[in-house]
């Protein structure tokens, strides 16, 4: 029997209500922390030896969670700057078409299911998810002051390798330092190149950036420096721990897409920033994951 046209309606305005939740924390940009705590988190496992199976769910929900809370905030902080940018006009909150409460509610639920998918896990997890949460939250507010707000975006999904190999081991060792430390000038090198876009924006309304500081000639130098000390890391990593040939492979071919990236962003064209952005960037993150994994379990 088919179902009510009235049910059928409910049933697409939810659907349709969910998916502009969605837009609003871009939720396909997980990939680029979901895949390094999905790498982390395989090389704890090779650590001790055991793949512990019942804590994955909870590290990937922690992860999505987190993620989801800081976003939400990041909206709500940015409403006002995000009506004057004409890049961000469109935005949920500043169009309309979200008022602040729901976005909280978005926010709070977030929050109370990163913590407990935390205390899930092991009582340190527990204990220093308020430290991730303000280092999350927090960034909302970094460009306000610090043009270290690129670092600080890196440092944001650094947290989710580092707390990876927390969730599985209870502690904190090299491998993980490393990766997470190539999270953080990997993020903050393309963040650099994404806020390119809006330099005459950030000037205008006194932001903090390192293209409206320096101008975007020599920030897109700084990405790039910062983009070398990201492989530079990640080759260390294999050094360090139990990756070998096939690693180095993906490790490779990561390297020639942040190259594609620099090359195809220009002084004068910034019209590829979004494909730079997304899709080299999603192939780096889930690339080496891809390879890491295959590495670690053949």
């Known amino acids: 029997m088919d179902q009510p046209a009235t049910q059928r309606t409910s049933m697409a305005g939810a659907a349709g209500r969910i998916g502009i939740f969605l837009e609003m924390i871009k939720f396909q940009h997980t990939v680029f922390a979901m895949p390094f705590a999905v790498l982390s988190a395989l090389l704890a496992c090779s650590t001790n030896g055991r793949l512990l199976v019942p804590a994955w769910p909870w590290i990937i929900l922690c992860v999505v969670a987190a993620r989801t809370a800081a976003m939400g905030f990041n909206r709500i902080a940015d409403a006002a700057l995000d009506a004057g940018n004409p890049r961000t006009s469109g935005r949920a909150i500043p169009a309309g078409i979200l008022v602040r409460k729901d976005v909280w509610l978005l926010v709070a639920g977030s929050a109370a299911v990163f913590i407990f998918s935390a205390a899930m896990l092991n009582s340190l997890c527990l204990y220093l998810s308020p430290v991730v949460l303000a280092v999350l939250l927090g960034y909302s507010y970094a460009k306000r002051f610090t043009v270290l707000c690129h670092a600080w975006l890196g440092l944001s999904l650094a947290l989710a390798p580092l707390g990876a190999w927390v969730a599985i081991l209870g502690r904190v060792d090299l491998p993980p330092a490393l990766l997470g430390g190539a999270v953080v000038f990997w993020v903050a090198?393309?963040?650099?190149?994404?806020?390119?876009?809006?330099?005459?924006?950030?000037?205008?309304?006194?932001?903090?950036?390192?293209?409206?500081?320096?101008?975007?000639?020599?920030?897109?130098?700084?990405?790039?420096?910062?983009?070398?000390?990201?492989?530079?890391?990640?080759?260390?990593?294999?050094?360090?721990?139990?990756?070998?040939?096939?690693?180095?492979?993906?490790?490779?071919?990561?390297?020639?897409?942040?190259?594609?990236?620099?090359?195809?962003?220009?002084?004068?064209?910034?019209?590829?920033?979004?494909?730079?952005?997304?899709?080299?960037?999603?192939?780096?993150?889930?690339?080496?994951?891809?390879?890491?994994?295959?590495?670690?379990?053949?």
């Not at 096939?246 to 594609?260: E, F, N, P």
């Not at 080299?280 to 994994?293: D, K, P």
Request: charged fraction near 10%; aromatic fraction near 10%.
């Open 189 to 298: 090198g393309f963040d650099i190149i994404y806020a390119c876009q809006d330099v005459a924006f950030d000037r205008e309304a006194g932001l903090c950036s390192i293209p409206a500081k320096i101008g975007i000639p020599r920030a897109l130098w700084v990405s790039a420096a910062m983009h070398a000390a990201a492989v530079l890391l990640l080759a260390l990593l294999a050094v360090y721990s139990p990756l070998g040939g096939i690693y180095c492979i993906g490790l490779g071919l990561a390297a020639a897409a942040i190259l594609y990236e620099h090359l195809i962003v220009k002084p004068r064209d910034l019209s590829r920033v979004n494909a730079a952005f997304f899709a080299a960037n999603g192939f780096v993150s889930v690339g080496l994951m891809t390879a890491g994994a295959l590495d670690l379990l053949l």
